[in-house]
Nanobody
Framework: QVQLVESGGGLVQPGGSLRLSCAAS????????MGWVRQGLGKGLEWVSA???????SYADSVKGRFTVSRDNAKNMLYLQMNDLKPEDTAVYYC????????????????WGQGTQVTVSS
């Protein structure tokens, strides 16, 4: 079965960096787009980034220039490098599997990881 396990979350000061990892299994990882979604306390889901199976990347305006999504198909791993973190980045971050090759939207994210907490605070 499909399984996505996030790790790497934690507490960091504003301006700091963190790298999230997502270990994927149960499907042909290299054939599907992947993404990251976050949810702050009491807030709705916010799409963060996507990475197509072909390597194309996209980012929400709120994180563009600060976050970088990447994947290692040989290891079935997805990453999110987060730099210059801000308090508003505080949220549970979810690794998601897209149902498509190129990448769609929140509605095309059929599998979600358990989430990892990122807290940005001084």
């Amino acid at each position: 079965q499909v399984q996505l396990v996030e790790s790497g979350g934690g507490l960091v000061q504003p301006g700091g960096s963190l790298r999230l990892s997502c270990a994927a299994s149960g499907f042909a990882f290299s054939s599907y787009a992947m993404g990251w979604v976050r949810q702050g306390l009491g807030k709705g889901l916010e799409w963060v980034s996507a990475l197509g199976a072909g390597g194309t990347t996209s980012y929400a305006d709120s994180v563009k220039g600060r976050f970088t999504v990447s994947r290692d198909n040989a290891k079935n791993m997805l990453y999110l490098q987060m730099n210059d973190l801000k308090p508003e980045d505080t949220a549970v971050y979810y690794c998601v599997k897209d149902s498509t090759y190129y990448g769609g939207s929140l509605t095309s994210y059929e599998y979600w990881g358990q989430g990892t907490q990122v807290t940005v605070s001084s």
